[in-house]
């Protein structure tokens, strides 16, 4: 085997605004390693901005001028609109898609990793599967690693189960793309895997931490979102601090016992890491899903049609987050338990008006 050929490969998959930014760290990253190729592939999904190609608008000037404008890119991050090309000699494969694309995409790529690939999912999202809820990282295991035609083993010629390990944290890409200083978390299933996402992703002012708990670090990362879409409708009332600040905790509160229903052996003290409380405070204060909820409150227009308006190609995961959640929660006669989780879905989906943010029964304390 020559030596270009025993080196990692990257691929990131996906190039929205977490995307993105992800690739220049990593990007900048790679060059540190002697055993990781220089090379990053970005699989780009291929628009036109300003009549041109966005992939030839990135490998040109190096800036991805509509999901992340100002921001250079390391020349060594190149974009590629092939998903199976971009992929193809990759170890190391980073999905940071919408949530709502991922199935899609696994499918396609099914049977076109190579054997021994690695992965880890930034997706913060949940997907649903015979009436429970499934995690991304699992979505993308099974989708990856299920078998093609008779074969023993699946189509990537690999008889394991692909490895998924998860980044999840207080991580608003514009913040870490200007290098301000932060923190996330790395789940994972494997230490060694673990510790090989660390080295390329930890830097200076994006630190790292590994915990073994990888569907912990998921759940904060899908269920924030959820939260987030309260805080925004306190903002929408002009209800303060206060409020908000009640919000964030019982929405923490709800998150950690959500997380045990879906998986019993999520920790108490994952919800401590950046991934946790962190992530539930920056996004009640500066994401997406807050500012949605706030223009939702504030000029009563759908969440789609708000969407569409003001992110310019990004994505929501909140609402939908919301929904199978709490499809989920109601299927178990459990939507009681969450009076939080409960307001935010009927003010989204079941016309309660969003002043309701404060009025919800306290369920009760010996439950918490
Ligand atoms: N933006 C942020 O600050 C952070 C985002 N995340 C998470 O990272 C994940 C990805 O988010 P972003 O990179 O921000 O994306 P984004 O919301 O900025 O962009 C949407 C992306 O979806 C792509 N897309 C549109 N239609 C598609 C299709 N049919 N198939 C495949 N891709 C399609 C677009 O090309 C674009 O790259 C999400 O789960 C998000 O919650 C996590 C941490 C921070
Ligand atoms: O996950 C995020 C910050 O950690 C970004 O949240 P939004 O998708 O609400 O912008």
């Known amino acids: 085997m020559s030596s270009s050929q025993s080196l990692e490969k990257v691929c990131i998959i996906g190039s929205g605004n977490w995307g993105t930014a992800v690739a220049k760290i990593v990007g900048n990253n790679v060059t540190r390693f002697p055993h990781i190729d220089s090379k990053v592939m970005m699989w780009v999904f291929e628009e036109q901005v300003d009549g041109t190609p966005l992939t030839e608008v990135i490998n040109t000037r190096h800036e991805n001028t509509k999901y992340l404008p100002g921001i250079q890119l390391p020349a060594n991050v190149v974009a590629e609109p092939n998903l199976l090309k971009a992929a193809r000699d990759a170890t190391l494969l980073i999905f940071v898609l919408p949530h709502q694309f991922i199935r899609h995409t696994c499918v396609e790529l099914r049977g076109h990793i190579r054997p021994n690939a690695k992965a880890i999912s930034l997706v913060k999202g949940l997907d649903t599967h015979d009436g429970g809820l499934d995690l991304v990282s699992n979505v993308i295991a099974d989708e990856l690693s299920k078998p093609s035609g008779s074969s023993s083993t699946n189509g990537n010629g690999r008889t394991d189960r692909l490895d998924v390990s998860i980044l999840s944290g207080a991580n608003i890409a514009n913040e870490i793309a200007q290098e301000k200083f932060s923190e996330t978390t790395i789940g994972y299933r494997i230490e060694q895997n673990g510790r090989l996402f660390h080295d390329l992703f930890n830097t200076s002012y994006f630190r790292v931490n590994i915990v073994n708990d990888p569907s912990g670090v998921e759940l904060c990362g899908a269920l924030k979102n959820v939260v987030a879409l309260g805080a925004g409708f306190v903002d929408g009332l002009d209800l303060g601090d206060n ?52 223009a939702f409150v504030r000029t009563g227009l759908p969440f789609d049609d708000l969407e569409k308006e003001m992110l310019n190609g990004q994505k929501l995961q909140g609402t939908s987050t919301c929904l199978k959640v709490c499809q989920f929660l109601r299927e178990r006669q459990l939507s009681q338990e969450f009076p939080l989780f409960t307001t935010i879905y009927n003010i989204c989906f079941q016309g309660l008006p969003p002043d309701h943010i404060t009025q919800f029964p306290l369920p009760h304390l010996s439950k918490m």
């Open 243 to 294: 409020t908000k600040a009640a919000i964030i905790r019982i929405g923490l509160m709800e998150m950690m016992r959500i997380a045990q229903y879906v998986d019993p052996s999520v920790r108490d003290a994952t919800f401590f890491e950046s991934c946790g409380i962190a992530d539930v405070i920056t996004t009640c204060y500066g994401g997406r899903n807050r500012r949605i909820a706030e």
